[in-house]
């Protein structure tokens, strides 16, 4: 079955204990993304990737890496995790470069990530 | 800066009833426009895909359309039922750097 899968589904964190949150899809894609959800703003992306060892920065970036050593996976690492981390995470993936505008995005189930 | 809206946050209507939900966006320089459904627990399901040169699609009981010379979609969703009760979210592609924008999204209540 074609999916992304996210793990943990569920997380609660300290402030400043580092957190990584993982990404794998099974669908060969090249375009990974990383977003977050927060009540009344809809989603925003963090991350994306176009490509192995290819990142860049999206709208909210401050205070997450990613990086993009596999095809395959894409996680989330919080170095110093704070308070207003505390957001629904998702990633999503689609075909690469040449259908970069025109196939829709899979997404996974979600990270509710609590930090306190 | 793109920025989508989505009106009313919320709606609630009796079992049977049609239905439009609304999205409205200020930059026309869109590739696409996409309308998901979100559950709880269960992430977001792409339910409607409509290219710029596009003006609707359709997928059983729903319809997207795109006006985008005025900035708008809208999802129609006949004969409504309970299962359609959910969060119903609008997206669009920039053509500029492939980017999805978000609207906050309508959380769709279905009276039996």
């Known amino acids: 079955e074609a999916q992304v899968t996210q793990n943990p589904r569920y997380l609660i964190t300290v402030t400043g204990k580092k957190l990584t949150v993982t990404c794998s899809q099974n669908m060969n894609h090249e375009y990974m993304s990383w977003y977050r959800q927060d009540p009344g703003l809809g989603l925003r992306q963090i991350y994306y990737?176009?490509?192995?060892?290819?990142?860049d920065k999206g709208d909210v970036p401050e205070g997450y890496k990613v990086s993009r050593k596999e095809k395959r996976n894409f996680p989330l690492i919080l170095e110093s995790p704070s308070p207003n981390q505390t957001s629904l995470y998702f990633c999503?993936?689609?075909?690469?470069?040449?259908?970069?505008?025109?196939?829709?995005?899979?997404f996974g189930p979600g990270t509710r990530l609590t930090v306190t | 800066k793109q920025e989508v809206t989505q009106i009313p946050a919320a709606l609630s209507v009796p079992e049977g009833e049609n239905l439009v939900l609304n999205c409205s966006f200020t930059?026309?320089?869109?590739?696409?426009l996409q309308w998901f459904r979100q559950d709880p627990g269960k992430g977001l399901t792409s339910l409607l895909l409509?290219?710029?040169s596009q003006r609707e699609q359709t997928s059983g009981r729903l319809n997207a359309s795109l006006d985008k010379s005025s900035g708008r979609s809208t999802l129609y969703i006949a004969a409504s039922q309970p299962g359609d009760s959910a969060t119903y979210l609008c997206a669009v592609t920039m053509d500029s750097n492939y980017q999805l924008i978000w609207g906050a999204g309508t959380k769709l209540i279905i009276k039996p």
């Open positions: 999503a993936s689609k075909p690469g470069q040449r259908f970069i505008k025109s196939y829709e995005q899979y």
């Open positions: 930059d026309s320089a869109i590739y696409n």
């Open positions: 990737s176009m490509n192995v060892e290819v990142t």
């Open positions: 409509i290219q710029s």
